[in-house]
C-alpha cells in the first residue's frame, strides 16, 4: 500500500468518525428538544411517578450533563444504555438481535440483485437496441418507478394471501423470501441500467477496438477488459446501497413485520424510546460511512489509474 493510499485512509477515517459525532450530537439535541418525553404516554402516571423515571434514567439532568455522559459512555464502554419501553434489556443487546436478522435479509438481497444487475447489464449492452434489450429496460424502468411499499403489498398480497405460498411473517425464515425479493428489485434495476450504460461507454473506447484488432478473442475482450472498467460505477453505488439495505428497508420490515433494525427504529420513534433512538441511528449512521469509505477504496483495486485524493 503506498503512502499516499494510506493517508487517504487515514483522511477518510478521520473524516468518518467526525461524521458520526454530528450525527450523535445533531440526533441528540432534536431528540430532546421536540416536546414531550417517553413516559408521558404512560396511563395514569402520576408525578411523582415520572421524576422518579426520569431520575432513575438521568432524565432530569441538564441537557447539556445528559450529552457529555452519552458521549463518554459511547466512546468509553460502548454503552448506549437500557431501553426505555423493553424494560430489562440493553439497546446494545435489542440492536445485535435486529442487525442479525437485517444483515442475513439485507446481504442475500444485495449480492442477488449485484450478480443478477451485472449479466442482466452486459447482455443488454452487448445486444443493445434489440429485442432483449428493449425488454430488459421496460422491466427495469418500472422496478427503478415503483417504490418498495407497493412492490412489497403487491407481492405479499399475491404469493401470501391469493396464493399461500409463502407465510406473511418475516419472523419466519420461510417468510424472508418475500422480504428479499422486495429489496432485491429496485436496486437489481438501478445496477442493471448502470452496467449497461458503464458497458456501452467502454466498448466504444479506443483500447478495446486496439484488442480487436489485434485480434483478441470476444470473451477476453468482454470479461478481460470491458466489464472490469465498466463496474466502477456500480461499485460507486454498491456501497451504499449494501449498508442501507443490510441496516433494513424501514418500510419493507414494517410490511412483513421482520423483526429488523430498521423495525426497531421505527418503534423507538414511534415510542420515544431515546436511548434504543440513538443507538439505531449511530448503528445505522455508521454503517453508511463505513461502505461509502470501502467502496471508496474499491475503486482503486478495480481500476490503478484512479486517484485518492
Known sequence: MSSKTLLYIIKRVLLAILTIWVVITV???????????PFLGEKAISETALASLEAKYGLDKP???QYVTYLKDIVTD?????????????????IAEG??????????????????????????????????????????TAFVSMPSFIMGTLLLFLFAVHLGWVPANGAETKGLILPVVTLALNPTAHITRLTRSS????????YIRTAKAKGVSGPKVIF??????SLIPVITYFGPMLAYIVTGSLVVEQIF?????????????????????????????ALIVIMN?????????????????
Open 27 to 37: 440526533t441528540f439535541f432534536v431528540m430532546h428538544a421536540v416536546p414531550g418525553g
Open 63 to 65: 441537557v447539556w450533563e
Open 78 to 94: 460502548f454503552d448506549f444504555g437500557p431501553s426505555l419501553k423493553q424494560r430489562g434489556k440493553m439497546v446494545t443487546e435489542i
Open 99 to 140: 442487525l442479525a436478522t437485517s444483515a442475513k435479509l439485507g446481504l442475500i438481497a444485495a449480492f442477488a440483485s449485484l450478480v443478477v444487475g451485472v449479466v442482466l447489464g452486459s447482455v443488454a449492452a452487448l445486444r443493445r437496441n434489440k429485442l432483449i434489450d428493449r425488454v430488459i429496460m421496460v422491466i427495469t
Open 199 to 206: 458497458m456501452l461507454d467502454v466498448l466504444g473506447q479506443d
Open 224 to 229: 478481460g477488459h470491458a466489464l472490469k472498467n
Open 257 to 285: 413485520a421482520v423483526p429488523g433494525i430498521g423495525r426497531a427504529f421505527v418503534n423507538s420513534i414511534t415510542s420515544r424510546d431515546y436511548p434504543l433512538l440513538m443507538g439505531t441511528t449511530i448503528v445505522l449512521a
Open 293 to 309: 469509505l470501502l467502496s471508496d477504496i474499491m475503486y482503486k483495486i478495480v481500476d490503478p489509474r484512479i486517484n485518492l485524493e
